[in-house]
């Protein structure tokens, strides 16, 4: 198998685990629908927001939960956000995680929230690094001379 | 800060003055982003707000400002979210719905959350339609048809997209 066959074979192989384990939804895929030659690094661009975005929001809601009082409204407010942006380019487990985090400002429960702010860390952190390794092996593929595979 | 996309190489033949322009408005710069490449592929010249206050503006109903005959702004569709800070999207709907001058703009109200209490009250305020985020290209297909020109269809396209 020649080079590009070879990174073409490795992008699939892992853009189908990348869902099958539920990192990304169909969300994603309608974000790689939306990219073409007028805009050939859409993807790229809304995902750099995401990430932008996110890490200010991870460091919002350290702070507020760190407060002396917490004002739980506004840590909802905040994970809400988190919530919509994560769904909005499918990045479904850190979504999950947020939904759950809700549950525990609504029962404005400190401990429930300290440890879904750690979960939604983790998840986060997880699905950026799978990206920048997508993103990555995307680049080696154009670098080779290959187009990316368009998955079903 | 309104922003208007200038992407004139989604134009798909139609010239400026024949494009719809739809007002969007959205605190998530990913959305945004999202909604700005999704109605531009369905041929539509797009302006962004980030937050009613900011619409409102764009659209002439800011604070101290006389109204805008809309015919000077051409906005075909407003499409926006419900839940900011500040001013709801249900708040900027009803406020575009109370201008003589704006009231014929159609308003489509976009949410994360789907509450049928939520969706009724912006449905009975004058909203033409609600939609569920997040949203994909056949949902913005399918706004085409509100956008009329102020009455006059564009030139019966439909977008075709893809």
Same mark, same amino acid.
């Given at each position: 198998?020649?080079?590009?066959?070879?990174?073409?074979?490795?992008?699939?192989?892992?853009?189908?685990?990348?869902?099958?384990?539920?990192?990304?939804? /169909?969300?994603?895929?309608?974000?790689q629908?939306?990219?073409?030659?007028?805009?050939?690094?859409?993807?790229?661009?809304?995902?750099?927001?995401?990430?932008? /975005?996110?890490?200010?929001?991870?460091?919002?809601?350290?702070?507020?939960?760190?407060?002396?009082?917490?004002?739980?409204?506004?840590?909802?407010?905040?994970?809400?956000?988190?919530?919509?942006?994560?769904?909005?380019?499918?990045?479904?487990?850190?979504?999950?995680?947020?939904?759950?985090?809700?549950?525990?400002? /609504?029962?404005?429960n400190?401990?429930?929230?300290?440890?879904?702010?750690?979960?939604?860390?983790?998840?986060?952190?997880?699905?950026?690094?799978?990206?920048?390794?997508?993103?990555k092996?995307?680049?080696?593929?154009?670098?080779?001379?290959?187009?990316?595979?368009?998955l079903? | 800060?309104?922003?208007?996309?200038?992407?004139?190489?989604?134009?798909?033949?139609?010239?400026?003055?024949?494009?719809?322009?739809?007002?969007?408005?959205?605190?998530?710069?990913?959305?945004?982003?999202l909604?700005?490449?999704?109605?531009?592929?369905?041929?539509?010249? $797009?302006?962004?707000?980030?937050?009613?206050?900011?619409?409102?503006?764009?659209?002439?109903?800011?604070d101290?400002?006389?109204?805008?005959?809309?015919?000077d702004?051409? $906005?075909?569709?407003?499409?926006?979210?419900?839940?900011?800070?500040?001013?709801?999207?249900?708040?900027?709907?009803?406020?575009?719905?109370?201008?003589?001058?704006?009231?014929?703009?159609?308003?489509?109200?976009?949410?994360?959350?789907? $509450?049928?209490?939520?969706i009724?009250?912006?449905?009975?305020?004058?909203?033409?339609?609600?939609?569920?985020?997040?949203?994909?290209?056949?949902?913005?297909?399918?706004?085409?048809?509100?956008?009329?020109?102020?009455?006059?269809?564009?030139?019966?396209?439909?977008?075709?997209?893809?």
């Open positions: 198998m020649d080079v590009v066959s070879q990174l073409q074979k490795q992008f699939v192989d892992y853009s189908t685990s990348l869902y099958r384990e539920g990192f990304l939804d /169909d969300q994603f895929v309608q974000l629908k939306l990219q073409d030659e007028s805009n050939p690094d859409f993807v790229v661009e809304v995902v750099s927001l995401f990430f932008e /975005d996110s890490e200010k929001l991870i460091n919002n809601l350290a702070s507020a939960l760190q407060q002396q009082i917490v004002d739980y409204k506004q840590v909802d407010a905040h994970v809400h956000q988190f919530k919509g942006s994560s769904s909005s380019i499918g990045a479904q487990r850190v979504k999950n995680a947020c939904v759950a985090f809700r549950a525990h400002c /609504d029962g404005r400190l401990e429930g929230c300290m440890r879904c702010l750690q979960q939604v860390k983790f998840e986060y952190s997880l699905v950026k690094s799978k990206l920048e390794t997508l993103f092996l995307e680049q080696q593929i154009l670098a080779a001379g290959g187009s990316i595979p368009v079903a | 800060m309104a922003s208007s996309s200038s992407s004139s190489s989604s134009s798909k033949g139609l010239d400026e003055e024949e494009r719809p322009h739809v007002l969007a408005v959205d605190d998530s710069l990913v959305d945004r982003k909604i700005e490449r999704l109605l531009t592929n369905c041929a539509c010249k $797009v302006t962004t707000a980030e937050n009613g206050q900011r619409a409102l503006e764009f659209l002439g109903l800011g101290g400002q006389h109204t805008v005959d809309n015919s702004l051409k $906005v075909n569709l407003i499409i926006t979210d419900y839940c900011m800070p500040g001013m709801t999207g249900y708040e900027l709907l009803k406020k575009v719905k109370e201008s003589s001058n704006l009231r014929e703009i159609p308003v489509v109200i976009v949410s994360s959350e789907n $509450v049928p209490t939520r009724n009250k912006c449905l009975e305020e004058g909203a033409q339609e609600f939609m569920l985020k997040p949203l994909k290209q056949s949902d913005v297909k399918k706004l085409r048809y509100y956008m009329m020109r102020l009455g006059q269809p564009c030139n019966g396209m439909l977008c075709m997209g893809r």
